[in-house]
C-alpha cells in the first residue's frame, strides 16, 4: 500500500522538527507516523521534556504556524544536498534531491505533500510527550485552520 500523506500534518511535523533542532541542538525526529487525526515524532533524546518546554515547543510551532509562510519545493543536486542536509534517509542512486522549504524557518529533504502555506495548517495541539530508553516521543494533532 502506497504511503498517503497528510500535507497539514507534513507540514506542521516539519515545523515541530525546526523547533526541536533550534530549542534542544537536537537532530530532528527519526521516526515519524503521519496520520490524518493525530501523529507522532521520536527523537533521540537524553530525557523527558517537562511540562514548561511541552508548553513552550507548543507555542514556537504555533508561531511559525501564524506567521503565514510559504511553502516551496525545490531541486538540487545531491552534492549540494549533502553539504547542507542529513541524507541517510535517502535511496541510493538519487542524483537531484527536492528540499521542501517552509518560508525562511525550515529547510529539509522530503518527497511528501505539503501545503502550500503555514495558515492551512491550524492550531498544533501537543497531545501528549513520553520518554523511553533513550526516545523521546511526541504525540499532536491539528485544529481545523482559520481560513
Known amino acids: 500500500m502506497a504511503k498517503q500523506y497528510q500535507p497539514r ?8 522538527n525546526q523547533v526541536m533542532v533550534r530549542k534542544f541542538d537536537c537532530d530532528r525526529c527519526f521516526s515519524a507516523h503521519i496520520n490524518k ?9 537524553e530525557r523527558g521534556l517537562t511540562d514548561a518546554e ?3 515547543i507548543e507555542q514556537g ?9 510559504v ?9 549540494d544536498a549533502d553539504e547542507r542536509f542529513n541524507l541517510t534517509r535517502l535511496p541510493e542512486g538519487v542524483t537531484e534531491v527536492r528540499v521542501v522549504n517552509i518560508g525562511d ?17 491550524g492550531e498544533f495541539k501537543m497531545v501528549s510527550h513520553s520518554f523511553d530508553d533513550g526516545v523521546l516521543r ?6 481545523e485552520p482559520e481560513n
Do not use: W
Open 9 to 16: 500534518m507534513h507540514s506542521a511535523e516539519h515545523i515541530l
Open 37 to 45: 487525526k493525530k501523529s507522532k515524532c521520536d527523537y533521540n533524546f
Open 54 to 56: 511541552a508548553s513552550e
Open 61 to 69: 510551532v504555533n508561531e511559525a504556524i501564524a506567521s503565514h509562510l
Open 71 to 79: 511553502v516551496t519545493e525545490q531541486m538540487i543536486s545531491l552534492k
Open 105 to 121: 524557518f525550515d529547510a529539509c529533504p522530503c518527497i511528501g505533500e505539503h501545503v502550500e502555506n503555514t495558515n492551512e495548517i
Open 138 to 143: 511526541i504525540r499532536y494533532k491539528l485544529g
